[in-house]
Each structure stands twice: as C-alpha cells, then as structure tokens.
C-alpha cells in the first residue's frame, strides 16, 4: 500500500507578504506525485488548505488542483480552514454523517483513518486561521472513529489529521490536540494503529508514546525551526516544501519524506 500525506498548503488570496508561492508549490506538489507516484493508493491533505478559511477562491483554487492527481485523493481540515466554506467547494463526499470532514478507506488490506481534529471554538480576535489553533475530537467523532476502529477487524491501521496529539517539546505544543488520551486510548486498545501523522507545526518530527508512531510533516508552506530555547528561539525558513510518503504491507511501514520544493539542486543526474 502506498499513501501520500500532503498537509498546511495555506492557499492564500492578495497576501504577497506570507505567500511563498503557495499555489505554484501545491502544483508542484501535484506534478511529483503524479510522476512519482502515480500508483499510490490515495492522496491525504490533512488541513490548512487555506490560510484565511472564511475566502472561497483558496478551496476553488486546491479543489483545481487537487483534480489533476492522477491518484485517488482525500481531504480533511485544520485550524485554518472553514468548514462550511469547504464544502460549498468540496462538497460533502469527503464528510462523514454528522458533517465532519472525516473518511475511511480500506486499501490493500490497510485501513486508513482520516480524522478531523478542528475545533468548534472560532480563533481568538487577530489571528488569521477560522478555528482555535488547538485541536479537538468531540464525542461525535470519537464514536465515529470507535466503529471505524471496531469494523477494522484486526487490520493493519493508519491514522492522519491535522493537529499532533502529543507533545513534540517546542513552542507550538499549546496548539496541539486538546485532551488527547481519549484518542490514544482507543488506538492503543486497537492494537494494529502502525502510524499517525500530522501537520499543523510546520516541522518534522518523529515520535513513539505508548508503543505507537507519530509522525509529523512541515508542509507546504514555510518550515518551522527551533532551537528549544523558548518563543525567541523559534523563526521560520521559506521551505522546503514536503509531503510523506507512506509504504506499508502486513510485515511494515515505512514513511519517507519527499521534500517537493528544495533550495539544494541535484549532486547528479
């Protein structure tokens, strides 16, 4: 089985300042895949499709995009992005019963779990995301993921969304996924979760709590970078723009970065 996990392109709409080329790189992004991987099993975006979620072009402009894949593709959200506003571009076929922008699929013989970990709470006054930075899971999803889980039947399991639901030492962890044991409970007493990945920090990291993987990705926006030293320690770089690439079968998964957009030009052809 192979997956690719894209998250944080934060479209953007007359915002010259922080856009880095954002809809040139999702392109990008789109063009590697399909030339790298065109046989990959499904395409994940796991949120922050936009960066101002309320402005309809950005989903117009992803959903464009996104519709080049030659892949399956897949789509949840994070603190950026609107609901509503994504799904009068999206539509509702990314979305479970209760209008979450959550789905499940069963791809040679692994389940992947794409969960919706944005807040109900709107972002405080001043920032630019729709939702609270934080991420939540409300009893509506987590049963939800319960059947998802349950139907799964002993599979080999895969979870992705948006917010990282443990603590990766850096600044950014007040905006992590709220209450998080209720989640890590139900993968523990899975018993097959192989991974979970995540965006939201704009960094890669790879953790291990409580005998499962996590994984984080930068994205394809800007690059955080810290020096673990507190607020004044942390800046950001232009890049480079990356996504996971997932491959698994009954025996193991592995998970590569591809950084899409690089500075560093090929050592040799």
């Known amino acids: 089985m192979k997956l690719i996990v894209l998250s944080d392109l934060h479209l953007m709409q007359d915002d010259p300042v922080r856009d880095q080329g954002n809809h040139a790189r999702l392109y990008s992004a789109v063009e590697r895949i399909n030339t790298a991987y065109p046989d990959a099993d499904l395409v994940v975006v796991a949120g922050d499709i936009a960066d101002r979620g309320k402005l309809l072009r950005p989903y117009q402009d992803a959903y464009a995009a996104l519709s080049c894949l030659i892949p399956p593709w897949t789509v949840t959200v994070g603190n950026h992005d609107d609901r509503e506003t994504f799904k009068s571009v999206f539509g509702v076929g990314h979305c479970d019963p209760n209008g979450f922008v959550q789905s499940s699929h069963d791809l040679d013989g692994t389940r992947v779990i794409v969960l919706d970990s944005a807040s109900e ?37 895969l979870i992705v969304f948006h917010h990282p639901a443990i603590p990766t030492c850096i600044t950014l962890d007040d905006w992590i996924l709220r209450s998080p044991e209720a989640l890590i409970d139900r993968l523990v007493a899975h018993g097959q ?9 704009h960094m890669t990291t790879t953790s291990f709590f409580r005998g499962i993987p996590f994984t984080t990705i930068a994205g394809g926006h800007t690059t955080s970078v810290e020096d673990f030293g507190g607020r004044e320690n942390k800046f950001r770089r232009t890049g480079p723009a990356q996504m996971a690439v997932v491959l698994s079968d009954a025996d193991k998964t592995i998970v590569h970065f591809d950084n899409y957009v690089d500075a560093n030009p090929d050592f040799q052809k």
Do not use: F, Y
């Open 193 to 201: 979760v192989r991974h979970v990945i995540s965006g939201h920090i």
């Open 121 to 157: 709470e709107p972002a405080p006054e001043g920032m630019r995301g729709a939702r609270d930075p934080a991420g939540q899971l409300c009893p509506a999803r987590l049963t939800w993921l319960d059947h998802q889980l349950a139907s799964a039947k002993g599979m080999p399991v």
